[in-house]
């Protein structure tokens, strides 16, 4: 079972819960694997202090031009949709932010002059938390502009391991490519928003995520007890299920600025984790749970 913990915007509890959800299962160590698919801010190594035993470098191809026997046709610049290549008097410059590695440049050039070279963009690592469990993570190297790559990259490399019983991955915010490819073939998805406007504006455009891959949902509400109502209105219109309430607490706060999970702080949640997962569990994914 794969269960994605992702969120409209940032900063609303997703690492909170995805972590405090995984240290609450009880299953065997090695049953259980994290990914922290939050490559452009990864920060569940804060609560979960992973060891880590195993690293691998994530790069794309990018175009490689042999100026020498270069023609200076320009077609190389013609076919490539995203501009990362360019004619220029009589030098054609690469402009690898831009290159989306799809290789028509290469394709296209009659006379050859276009190689390809790896261009490393991030890291991928993995070693067992401290809870037991098998934890993954990826890291985009600093002013990288594409962290889909290090996200898929990061799933496939999860996937060559053991099989297990449960993933829980730690999705990236927003709603752009790298959330959608987090949570793309997951069985489960837990939408954490917080009750104001914004959240609930931001938690619209994460269910229209989850109903492209019908995927079911519950939602979690953190920072429960602004005084917002719409959160609430909202999913009870939508027939959307608010499975857990974090309150608006200081003491959570704190905790977790020391890198204490909402376990460490108030250990009851353990149990409202455990009763989500065996409702998941037991009654089959989808038949308690709304598909958007």
């Known amino acids: 079972m794969i269960i994605a913990v992702a969120s409209g915007k940032g900063g609303t509890g997703k690492t909170t819960v995805a972590t405090s959800l995984a240290r609450s299962l009880d299953v065997q160590g090695a049953s259980l694997l994290f990914l922290d698919a939050d490559v452009e801010a990864p920060n569940s190594h804060l609560f979960l202090k992973p ?28 076919v490539c949709q995203y501009h990362a290549i360019a004619v ?26 276009i190689s390809e070279k790896q261009n490393v963009i991030g890291v991928l690592e993995h070693g067992p938390a401290q809870d037991g ?19 898929r990259l990061l799933k496939q490399w999860a996937g060559e391991s053991d099989e297990s019983q449960v993933v829980v991955i730690d999705a990236p915010p927003g709603t752009s490519c790298p959330m959608v490819e987090a949570v793309c073939g997951a069985d489960f998805l837990l939408l954490v928003t917080e009750p104001t406007p914004f959240g609930l504006h931001d938690l619209k455009l994460a269910l229209q ?4 891959f019908t995927i079911p949902v519950g939602v979690i509400i ?13 999913c ?13 607490d200081r003491s959570i706060a704190e905790g977790t600025a020391r890198g204490r999970t909402l376990l460490d702080i108030y250990p009851s949640y353990k149990t409202a984790f455990q009763n989500l997962f ?15």
């Open 222 to 234: 953190n920072r429960d007890g602004l005084g917002y109502q719409g959160v609430d209105e909202f």
């Open 209 to 212: 995520i989850a109903a492209k």
């Open 133 to 151: 469990f098998r934890y993954f993570r990826g890291v985009m190297n600093v002013g990288e502009p594409m962290a889909l790559p290090i996200v």
């Open 236 to 248: 009870a219109e939508a027939g959307l299920s608010i499975i857990i309430r974090i309150p608006f």
């Open 88 to 113: 220029l008097g009589k030098k054609v410059l690469v402009f690898p932010q831009l290159c989306h590695s799809c290789g028509s440049c290469t394709l296209m050039c009659p006379e050859g002059a």
């Open 278 to 292: 065996k409702e998941i569990s037991n009654y089959g994914v989808g038949s308690r749970w709304p598909r958007p």
């Open 51 to 78: 060891e880590i035993e195993h690293t691998r470098d994530v790069g794309v191809r990018i175009p490689e031009v042999n100026q020498e026997i270069c023609s200076l046709c320009g077609k190389c610049a013609e």
